[in-house]
């Protein structure tokens, strides 16, 4: 009796902190939700994996413009990099072994007051976490776009896409998309704002059109 006892407080302190580590960090409530998910149908192992922010949470339609495909989306509210790298892979990352990751991070942490440099660093730590957990998967990085409302943070941008493109080169199974010039003005280096929604910070339908295209190749 004694020995049943102390396998069922054993049991309820692991489920307790279980549960404690889904909570007390940014959008942990969105991440038990995706968690939910998961418990009423998991993904199959060998998925293609989109993880990031709002560009990709707010991209409801992506797993139907990827129709037939193992698409598992997972978009966290406005999300910095650095907190996918702290809190998310335990969660929405690794458990699924995608066989292809796609990221968009880093425009949160730069709109934050961060520099390219530091969103480049936070990127080499997730790359290396990745490649030894997931060592088989093949990780993409969408680049940081240029959205028209955070202009003033451009040369950042432009500096964390420079340095992640230099270093992916360097590295196998890993793929630099670049996905922020399909959405320039012809023949200039300014983003067209009839791509985006009225906050100029998320792309609209066609906005999703543009990466679409140029993602196609990459996922299919």
Same mark, same amino acid.
């Given at each position: 009796m004694k020995i049943k006892l102390v396998f069922v407080l054993f049991l309820s302190l692991a489920v307790g902190q279980k549960l404690y580590a889904q909570q007390g960090f940014p959008f942990d409530n969105e991440i038990r939700?995706?968690?939910h998910q998961d418990s009423l149908k998991f993904p199959a192992k060998d998925g293609i994996l989109f993880i990031g922010s709002s560009s990709i949470r707010k991209w409801t339609?992506?797993?139907?413009?990827?129709?037939?495909?193992?698409?598992?989306?997972?978009?966290?509210?406005g999300c910095e990099l650095w907190q996918i790298v702290d809190y998310y892979t335990p969660y929405i990352l690794f458990p699924y072994h995608p066989r292809k990751i796609f990221i968009y991070a880093g425009e949160n942490d730069i709109a934050a007051g961060k520099s390219g440099q530091f969103v480049f660093d936070e990127?080499? %730590?997730?790359w290396d976490m990745i490649n030894k957990q997931l060592p088989d998967a093949t990780i993409?990085?969408? #680049?940081?776009?240029? @959205?028209p409302s955070r202009a003033k943070f451009f040369a950042e941008v432009v500096?964390?896409?420079?340095?992640?493109?230099?270093?992916i080169a360097? %590295?196998?199974?890993?793929?630099?998309?670049?996905?922020?010039?399909?959405?320039?003005?012809?023949?200039? #280096?300014?983003?067209? @704002?009839?791509?985006?929604e009225a906050d100029y910070l998320h792309l609209n339908s066609k906005g999703y059109d543009k990466w679409q295209q140029v993602l196609e190749p990459f996922v299919r």
């Open positions: 939700t995706f968690k339609d992506l797993e139907q413009r990827f129709s037939g495909l193992p698409i598992i989306r997972r978009g966290v509210g990127f080499q %730590k997730l993409y990085f969408m #680049s940081i776009k240029p @959205s500096k964390a896409n420079d340095l992640i493109k230099n270093y360097n %590295k196998p199974n890993s793929v630099f998309i670049d996905v922020s010039t399909v959405i320039f003005k012809r023949e200039t #280096s300014v983003p067209d @704002s009839s791509l985006f």
